[in-house]
């Protein structure tokens, strides 16, 4: 019988070679630059949806970030949660200052107690966007756009075959406190998974605007309880695909705390229960690589106690190994994704020496968050998001619980929402 510090020496092992093929299969997508189409004939007409609920830190720049995008021809359509949200009062101030006629600010007239109220707000959008947008276009509130955003995420619709296009977030916190740690270094895992199995970020996504009715997509937005999550499944009814683009990683430079990632680690990992076809090899890979972590520190204690000098050796240095291949990994995609953003000129120095001093601790951390977060999401069904308690019995019935409307703000927050 093999020695126990040998067997997670070697499970280890096999662990880090696999997801060092799928990450470095991700970070390829970022080695060389994509041009984008700069004839205007080429872009057809986009509604661009920003579904609002409270007052993100960044709102302002999101929205004026819009009304300076490089494209020919495109609407915004804001709706916010109600009129007395703070998001209110600064997408009516934006609209004043730039004298914004390609923007129709409202809010949610009729709030369907059936779906989540961003889904909601979507659905209400739809009703005023223009017969001639082939493009339909979602942006959530904190990301902040370059110029040429929207060209990027419409480029690839050329091909006639894509039926769904995306970027998605990359965490950049100004405070490397605990909880933004654990966020980017869950996220950064996440990103190789989500871009194989064809999973859109709802923070920029965009869908032909013939596909997102003929797929019954929007009929499914009044009844899920995300936007972005059921959009693969419904797309594939159509014979479409679901295009990654790799220049639009958004840095989401946003702060918080330990909880906040917690919470929200656990609200994503909802969502996939919910929606991913395959949730039990994504639970039991959850449960691996967090039980497997768990185990190999409980065998170096163990060596420890009993002075087992060969466990101590096997199990440590398989465990510092795999620490050690996780950094290298993350820094092989920190740089990739550097890369895409500083293309576009912002700035992508952000991590500090104290902070990466830290990552080896933070893995960890990040390890029994994410084993909570994947336990408690395996038997949730209800959630609370942006002050909304939702019952979710099942993809597309959700039942609205409680509502506690936003109607202020704290000016000085950097916190997400």
Known sequence: MLHPGIMICGTLALFAVVQAIFALAFVRLFAARQPVELNDDAFPKAAVLVPLR???????ETLVGLLRQDYPAFEIHVVVDNPDDPAWQIASEVARQY??????????EHRRESCGLQCSALVEAMEHVSDDCQIIVG??????????WLRELVAPFRDARIGVTHGNRWFMPEK????????????????????????PWGGTVAIRASALRDSGLLDNWSRAIVHDAPAKKAIRKLHLKVHFVPSLMMTIRENCDLAFAHD?????????????????????HALATS????????????????????????????????LGCLLILLAVMEAGVRRSIARRGEPTRWLTWGAILR?????LLTTFVYLSAVLLANFRQRVTWRGVTYHVRGPFDVVMERDVRMTHSNPDADVSL
């Open 54 to 60: 409270g007052a993100d830190p960044k709102l302002r």
């Open 99 to 108: 004298q914004a006629t390609n923007m129709r600010l409202g809010w949610i």
């Open 139 to 148: 942006i959530d509130g904190d990301v902040l756009t370059h110029s040429t």
């Open 176 to 199: 490397k406190n605990w909880g933004g740690l654990v966020r980017y270094l869950w996220n950064a895992a996440a990103l190789p998974p989500m871009h194989f199995f064809g999973i």
């Open 264 to 284: 929200f680690i656990k609200r994503q990992m909802m969502w996939t229960r919910i929606y991913h076809p395959n949730w039990g090899p994504v639970f039991l």
């Open 291 to 322: 039980g497997l972590l768990i185990a190999a520190i409980l065998v170096v204690v163990f060596g420890i106690a009993t002075r087992d000098a060969t466990m101590i050796a096997w199990a440590g240095g398989g465990l510092a190994g795999y």
């Open 359 to 363: 990552l080896p601790a933070a893995i």
